[in-house]
């Protein structure tokens, strides 16, 4: 059975590795972890919640698709392969016993009231980001990139970033690292001036 906390606490602990290596962690990323991290801990005591399931899994596939774009431009390809295979092991483990309660993923062997076994999502993430070799990714919510959605290709080209349209409503945005900083520093600057702007507006009605 998959055990979501193992795969989080493996997550947090890359995390805690790239910060030491001075890498720059956006925001969204660490609340994802945050949020998979909760979710992980539900499922652990509801472990028949399909949906609970799905959704800790996606939100962990996600920091992990993240980090290991840092870990991979922070020590190279062979660094991020051994930090996946680390995250795939944690995920795949027993859940430890703790306090006479399963800390990670739902015990093998568990049934659901009704008689089935409890859910699961299918198969683990390969990482494999289709970027070319070198070159800084980043996955973005579409919604996050809303308020410049009509001049969003002029910003990329601006920027020399391309950007590859995912499944899951997510931009994969590719270029050189401190131009993929630039481009999120200005998305950040834009929506804060947009916000000073709209507290001016109500102050004045």
Not at 132 to 137: A, K, M, T
Request: charged residues 25%.
């Amino acid at each position: 059975m998959s055990n979501y906390l193992g795969m989080a606490k493996a997550l947090d602990e890359l995390m805690l590795e790239l910060i030491k290596k001075d890498a720059e962690i956006p925001g969204n990323v660490t609340g994802d972890l945050r949020s998979g991290r909760s979710l992980a801990g539900i499922f652990s005591r509801q472990p028949c919640e399909g949906d609970t399931a799905i959704k800790t899994m996606s939100i962990l596939e996600n920091v992990e698709m993240n980090l290991l774009s840092l870990a991979e431009t922070v020590g190279e390809r062979d660094y991020a392969e051994k930090w996946q295979q680390k995250i795939n092991d944690a995920l795949m483990s027993d859940g430890a016993i703790a306090g006479g309660a399963i800390a990670g993923g739902a015990s093998a062997g568990a049934t659901c009231t009704d008689g089935n076994t409890p859910s699961q999502p299918a198969s683990a993430w390969k990482y494999n980001s289709g970027v070319p070799r070198g070159e800084y990714w980043i996955r973005v919510k579409e919604s996050e990139l809303e308020p410049v959605s009509h001049e969003l290709d002029g910003l990329l080209e601006s920027f020399g970033l391309k950007a590859l349209p995912q499944d899951d409503d997510y931009l994969l945005l590719y270029g050189k690292k401190e131009n993929v900083s630039a481009f999120l520093k200005d998305i950040r600057d834009r929506e804060r001036q947009r916000q000073q702007q709209r507290l001016m507006s109500l102050d004045e009605l």
